[in-house]
């Protein structure tokens, strides 16, 4: 009696998704395990079947994009995070399409194109998206992996950064570097990653026996432009300045700096600052600036590859899988 591709991947302890890439002669597995799989299969009477070439397969990442929304497809955080899954899909045989979906537009109508498609599987970039906004996607017969963010209600795949870590990281070396209360430079832009961000925030400062009450919170655009414009108008108004800073990203950050430099204050002497996304990791300001890291590629290329298990496995059960952040240090602490 021949046996399955199924119960020879449970006989080796070996996921579906590595015996399919064996049996389809794809990159992503060692030689080893290729010649491994490849016996077994021999020894169990594996019937391989000849069929014709097939068609690159295709996954499709997906951008949610809200009018009026956050920048987050024209930064050098969102092309780490592409290039990461161009790469696993390449490393997998399969092509990549990136499409945009607009949340003022026929969403619907691009969903029924996607499917007709013939895509495999679909990675969302959900950054500015909420759970009511996920509504229209819950339908779709596609396995998909959510990325970047994450909604308590709804069980899916996901990938996603510990914000509360990263920020709790930041604000707690500025408060044990300058033994003053960090202030806050909060988006004005309401997005899950910044309000996980807020929690970070908050923790640390209660943690480190200071009342959140006492912080000194300043709410800017989330973009460069948009934060040193923010920040310079309240500076020009003589409002209250912290001795230190963390800022909900690094364009906030940078921006928020510019004005503080053009009123005269020293960095970090005056003031210090913390960023997040290590977005800018070859300074495009003076001093460069001291950031959470973000393991940007990493996410993209977790994304492909629980996208590939759960193609293979539809009894998958759904996982969160949440990489830790890091503090990069520069010349802005």
């Known amino acids: 009696m021949s046996i399955t591709a199924k119960e020879l991947a449970n006989k080796l302890g070996l996921s579906p998704a590595t015996i399919s890439i064996v049996f389809n002669n794809r990159q992503g597995v060692s030689e080893e395990t290729r010649q491994r799989v490849l016996a077994a299969a021999k020894e169990h009477g594996y019937k391989f079947s000849v ?24 930064t050098p955080f969102f092309s780490a995070m592409t290039e990461g899954i161009a ?27 996607l499917v007709t498609s013939g895509s495999e599987g679909i990675i969302l970039l959900a950054t500015e998206m909420k759970a009511s906004d ?29 914000n509360i870590q990263g920020a709790f990281l930041a604000t707690d070396t500025l408060f044990k570097t300058r033994r003053k209360q960090p202030g806050y430079l909060h988006s004005s832009y309401s997005i899950g990653n910044f309000e996980e961000r807020a929690d970070g925030f908050y923790k640390a400062i209660r943690q480190n026996g200071m009342s959140p009450s006492a912080s000194i919170v300043h709410m800017l655009t989330p973009s460069i432009e948009g934060a040193y414009t923010d920040m310079k108008q309240l500076l020009s108004q003589g409002i ?43 300074g495009i300001i003076s001093p460069p600036l001291t950031t959470i890291d973000v393991p940007k590629q990493a996410m993209g290329r977790l994304a492909v590859e629980r996208l590939i298990y759960i193609m293979s496995d539809d009894t998958a059960v759904p996982v969160k899988t949440e990489l830790l952040t890091s503090l990069i240090y520069r010349s802005t602490l």
Do not use: W
Not at 51 to 74: H, M, N, R, Y
């Open 87 to 113: 790469t696993c899909c390449r490393e997998h045989d399969f092509s990549l399409d990136i499409r945009y979906i607009f949340e003022d537009k026929n969403i619907n109508s691009e969903l029924n194109s």
């Open 240 to 282: 209250e300045i912290a001795d230190c800073y963390f800022a909900d990203n690094d364009m906030i950050a940078i921006g928020a700096m510019r004005a503080f430099k053009e009123y005269g204050y020293r960095i970090p002497k005056d003031v210090a600052f913390i960023g997040f996304d290590n977005a800018y990791p070859n």
């Open 134 to 162: 996920f509504e229209t996607f819950k339908d779709l017969n596609l396995p998909m992996v959510v990325l970047d963010t994450y909604f308590e209600s709804i069980s899916i795949d996901y990938v996603l950064i510990n």
């Open 51 to 74: 069929t014709p070439e097939k068609k690159q397969k295709t996954i499709s990442f997906v951008l949610f994009k809200k009018t009026g929304g956050a920048v987050v497809d024209d």
